[in-house]
Every structure is written in structure tokens, then in C-alpha cells.
């Protein structure tokens, strides 16, 4: 290879439309991706969380260890249905907000605060000592989704190039999978 070339991370190749596909670039935006991307997998295991918990704490299945440990926190029918639904009524409240936070702030601050509930409602999961602890996190995890969904969309959108951006916004399906997935294993 002459020494004047460019190394093989850094040629171009430049298609029809005039975009320039460089592997560098190709490798900066599914790096991009698969960073966001871990919001999207904390939204697949957010989305399964109530049924963990109903399965958990419903009085029909629940252990007799869960029983003495925490009774206050036993599910009844209706509280299950509660549990259940809440976290989907308030999703579109998010979605909503969502897009007016995108214009106040932007697509890169959204994503980075909106980690901030969802940590906080993990660790009020995780500590609960009440019902109603648990239908406060819901309502939080429920609008948390609906903000966080458009602006991974839309910023993925911005910076991959046209003929990556299927294939990279394939990773975000994928990332929830993976997020169900883990909460579900053991």
C-alpha cells in the first residue's frame, strides 16, 4: 500500500446521493445507538415490571415467605388490576410531555435526564414498604416511558446516515427485547 493512501478506518466511499460512508462513521453512529439503546432495553423491563410484581405479590401465588416477611405489601384482585394498569394510563402523559420537553430542552438533555426516574422508581420498587409505594413508582415509570421513547426515535434518526438508519433502528426493538428478556431470567 503506498504510503500516501489513507489507512482502510478512514476511506470513503461516496454513493449517488453525495453521503459519505466511511467505516468510521458507520462505527460512531451504531456506537451512538447502542448507548441509547440501553434506554430503550430499561424500557423493555419497566414494561414487564408489573407483571413480575403482580406474580410475585398477588395473594393467591404469593409465598408464605412473602407472607411473613412483607404482608403489608400482599395484592388483592383490585390492586392487582391497579398495579397492572397503571403504568400504561400514564404513558401517553409522558408521550406527551414528551414532545414539548424535546423543544424546551433537547433530544440529548431528555435522554440523559430522564434516567434520573427511572433510577429513583427502581429503588422505590426495590424498597417499597407499601402499596401505595408501588403504584407511586408506577405512575413515575409510566410517564418516564412515554418521555423517553420519541427522543431515542427521533435523535437516531438525526444521526445515522440514510442507508444505516433501518438497520440501526432495528437495535431499539431489539434493546426492549433484550430488556424483557433480562427481566425474566434469573
Known amino acids: 500500500m503506498p504510503s500516501n493512501?489513507?489507512?482502510?478506518?478512514?476511506?470513503e466511499r461516496i454513493d449517488e446521493a453525495g453521503f459519505n460512508y466511511s467505516i468510521r462513521s458507520t462505527v460512531a453512529q451504531i456506537t451512538v445507538t447502542l448507548i441509547l439503546n440501553f434506554l430503550n432495553f430499561n424500557y423493555g423491563m419497566v414494561v414487564n415490571m408489573p407483571t413480575l410484581l403482580v406474580g410475585t405479590l398477588d395473594y393467591v401465588t404469593a409465598t408464605n415467605e412473602t407472607f411473613r416477611e412483607s404482608p403489608q405489601l400482599i395484592l388483592n384482585d383490585q390492586h392487582a388490576s391497579w398495579l397492572g394498569s397503571i403504568l400504561m394510563?400514564?404513558?401517553?402523559?409522558?408521550?406527551?410531555?414528551?414532545?414539548?420537553?424535546q423543544e424546551l430542552v433537547g433530544r440529548k438533555t431528555i435522554m440523559l435526564l430522564i434516567n434520573v426516574p427511572f433510577l429513583i422508581c427502581w429503588v422505590l420498587l426495590y424498597s417499597a414498604g407499601r402499596i401505595y409505594v408501588l403504584y407511586v413508582a408506577s405512575i413515575v415509570m409510566g410517564i418516564s416511558l412515554g418521555c423517553c421513547e420519541a427522543p431515542v426515535a427521533s435523535y437516531i434518526?438525526?444521526?445515522?446516515?440514510?442507508?444505516?438508519?433501518?438497520?440501526?433502528?432495528?437495535?431499539?426493538?431489539?434493546?426492549s427485547s433484550v430488556g424483557n428478556f433480562a427481566c425474566h431470567s434469573r
Open 5 to 11: 493512501s489513507k489507512s482502510w478506518i478512514y476511506r
Open 89 to 101: 394510563l400514564f404513558h401517553p402523559v409522558g408521550a406527551m410531555l414528551s414532545g414539548h420537553l
Open 157 to 175: 434518526g438525526e444521526i445515522s446516515e440514510p442507508k444505516l438508519r433501518g438497520a440501526i433502528s432495528l437495535l431499539t426493538g431489539f434493546a
